[in-house]
């Protein structure tokens, strides 16, 4: 018997593509892309086209374990789920009625799945029931998602991604968009053959999008928001602005010019960005006078101290010059607050008893040596992540799973660098095992996952186990239904989701939000503000004892300003992914892994000359907290001062045992509680071997 039917892809990736699975006598036998999808439009990126290789990988787990070796050895033996439920549900009620509380029990998780069901329903309610400690899952986007909310709104609308093929000056501002955003690009190349747009790329690396725009400037490591204001200081200088759109749709704009104009000049963003005067000079009278214009933003730029500030600060550039009247035109970070998701049902949050913790997820480290307020972390509970790899300040995290009265539970596909400091171990179902709903934070389209296949072995869904163990800790079976309960109480949202049912998702698969064909938001100057406009001027941030206006907030570790840091490490480290992997998923597979190479150190001719290396010379990258090793590479990608090192690798196939987060500090930004993964400071010396 063979079915086709069509599944969406759960990656952590805004392209969310809608897939055409074969299925013949319950094995799937052929994945691609959905042409009909108009979006995804028939084809998927490198690590989706084999994702059937990973659904009947030989390295999947198959059955609960239970872990018999030192922790950190991954030697386990093979229990049954009646086994692993009770041990994992006898824990946690041991430990919720110990003098520590429920509040030592932590759940970790991040989007291994993107999934509205398996990545934030059933998990939520059951942690929300027992009182566990909360997790702010901001390790991503949350401080440009933030400084982006101050100035649009709440809803952070942006530009229709379709409109992008309509745009005539498109800037990739820190988007490596060919690589993680590869839908998109493809529309800005139409715009580019059609209307013979000009893409430009600003990012510290010459990344694969760099290479492809008609320009590539190559900005220094976070000072993004002094090249915003510079360009700011131009088109006020020159009268350059939309001053009707200034009137009618900002507020602040009076305040923010007298800053510009008497702080931001050229020459001194030049001393800041490394960026010629005449560049900055020429980006602006360009953007200002070329429309439409679209600005996609990516959240590799707000990972620094002042990330969530450079987001904002960038995001009031389209007010500024009207780009926002046009379909297509402004800027785009998101497109997830476009979906009316009822999260709120879904998710229960008042479940959870009042004055329970949240805990930073950046701050794991912290967090299980004791260090942060509340009870110590006695059980730590982990899915759809990998946090031992892709966590900042690594030995510290490492540190704390090696803790013997830690009772550590993990959910997992394969074994993974956190799989190996587990006490249980839980087998996971991959996307074609398991039904799920999902928005996109890169279209506008609710896609609807059936299952395809059998789970394979004894695997489970997150929601499967979420059930299970809310029956062994007799917590009321009304807050744990079916998936398809679920999914109706998703749906039942707000107004984008008008219209849009389960029957018909089944039916068709995919279904647009119920927006204007050709969706501008901001055409007529009106935003989802206090004020109703671009808030220029923020009288929320002052509230939040920020400045109000736009400003430049260096990194914590910037040479400029540490100079006495930058004596002893004085490279700014990038480690943007990988186009094999997406963040650690794929890391274990031996086909991804060659495709990949060896862990790399990108250099300048000059970094490198001056420390004796060459080309393809193993090194060792380091700094106070930690260190790895990779194979220097003298590519040409990035200028003296930067090195590059693209993850994430997992640490158990890394030369020396550890990744680029040996190095990451767990420092947060200046809004949102976000990571600051490139706010890096390294130095590298040569090894003889790896």
Excluded at 15 to 33: F, Q
Excluded at 347 to 373: C, F, H, V, W
Excluded at 552 to 559: A, I, K, L, T
Aim: include cysteine; hydrophobic fraction near 35%; aromatic fraction near 8%.
């Amino acid at each position: 018997m063979t079915t086709v039917i069509k599944n969406v892809c759960p990656l952590d990736c805004p392209d969310t593509c809608s897939m055409i699975v074969t299925v013949r006598n319950g094995r799937a036998e052929d994945l691609r892309g959905d042409r009909d999808h108009p979006f995804t439009r028939g084809f998927l990126c490198q690590k989706m086209a084999t994702y059937l290789d990973r659904v009947y990988s030989p390295e999947r787990l198959t059955h609960p374990m239970r872990r018999i070796g030192p922790k950190g050895s991954g030697q386990f033996e093979r229990i049954t789920w009646d086994e692993a439920i009770a041990t994992i549900a006898d824990r946690f009620r041991a430990i919720a009625s110990s003098s520590d509380g429920p509040q030592a029990i932590l759940p970790y998780s991040y989007y291994g799945t993107m999934g509205k069901l398996q990545a934030s329903s059933l998990d939520r309610r059951f942690f929300h029931r027992l009182g566990a400690s909360m997790l702010d899952r901001t390790i991503c986007a949350s401080a440009g998602s933030l400084g982006y909310e101050y100035t649009v709104g709440r809803n952070r609308f942006g530009a229709d991604p379709m409109g992008a093929a309509e745009c005539n000056l498109i800037l990739n501002w820190g988007s490596n968009t060919v690589n993680t955003n590869s839908h998109l690009w493809s529309l800005m190349v139409e715009a580019r053959n059609k209307h013979d747009a000009t893409i430009i790329t600003i990012d510290p690396y010459r990344s694969p999008t760099a290479s492809r725009s008609d320009e590539h400037i190559a900005i220094r490591p976070g000072t993004d928001a002094a090249l915003a204001l510079g360009l700011m200081h131009v088109i006020w200088r020159e009268s350059l602005h939309d001053q009707d759109y200034l009137e009618r749709g900002t507020t602040g704009a009076a305040a923010l010019r007298d800053r510009v104009l008497a702080d931001y000049a050229p020459s001194r963003v030049s001393e800041v960005t490394s960026i010629a005067p005449e560049t900055i000079e020429s980006l602006a009278r360009r953007y200002a006078t070329v429309q439409p214009s679209l600005i996609r933003l990516n959240y590799g730029l707000q990972r620094h101290f002042g990330g969530g500030m450079a987001v904002r600060t960038i995001a009031c550039l389209p007010a500024i010059v009207g780009a926002w009247r046009h379909y297509g035109g402004g800027a785009l970070l998101t497109t997830s607050g476009t979906y009316d998701f009822a999260m709120g049902p879904l998710t229960r949050p008042d479940l959870a008893p009042p004055g329970t913790r949240t805990i930073n997820m950046n701050e794991l480290g912290e967090a299980l040596a004791g260090e942060l307020p509340g009870p110590p972390v006695n059980a730590l509970y982990v899915y759809n992540c990998n946090p031992a790899a892709v966590t900042p300040n690594q030995k510290k995290v490492l540190d704390g799973l090696m803790r013997d009265d830690l009772f550590t539970v993990v959910h997992e596909q394969f074994p993974t660098d956190t799989v190996d400091f587990a006490d249980i171990v839980l087998p996971a179902t991959t996307q074609l095992e398991h039904v799920d709903i999902h928005g996109s934070y890169g279209h506008q389209f609710v896609m609807f996952n059936p299952r395809s296949i059998e789970p394979l072995g004894e695997s489970r869904s997150n929601n499967d186990v979420f059930r299970a163990l809310s029956r062994a800790m007799e917590f009321e079976p009304e807050l744990f239904p079916d998936d398809e309960a679920l999914i109706r109480t998703a749906l039942d949202g707000g107004p984008t989701m008008r219209g849009i049912t389960l029957e018909r998702l089944k039916d068709e698969g995919s279904i647009r939000l119920n927006l204007p064909d050709r969706f501008a938001p901001f055409a007529e100057g009106k935003f989802p503000t206090d004020s109703g406009k671009c808030e220029l001027y923020s009288e929320r941030m002052k509230a939040a004892g920020l400045d109000p206006l736009p400003t430049y907030v260096p990194p914590r570790e910037d040479p400029q300003t540490r100079p006495d840091l930058a004596a002893e490490y004085p490279l700014q480290l990038l480690s943007p992914p990988r186009p094999q992997f997406l963040n650690s998923t794929f890391a274990n597979s031996k086909k991804h892994r060659d495709a990949a190479g060896d862990p790399t150190i990108e250099l300048s001719i000059e970094d490198a000359s001056s420390r004796g290396l060459t080309d393809g010379q193993w090194a060792e990258v380091y700094n106070a907290r930690g260190r790895f090793r990779a194979r220097v590479s003298l590519s040409g990608a990035v200028k003296p001062g930067v090195a590059v090192s693209l993850g994430v690798y997992w640490n158990k196939f890394s030369p020396g045992g550890t990744n680029v987060n040996g190095t990451t500090s767990s420092a947060l930004t200046d809004m949102g509680g976000g990571a600051t993964f490139f706010d890096n400071l390294v130095e590298v010396k040569g090894l003889d071997s790896p």
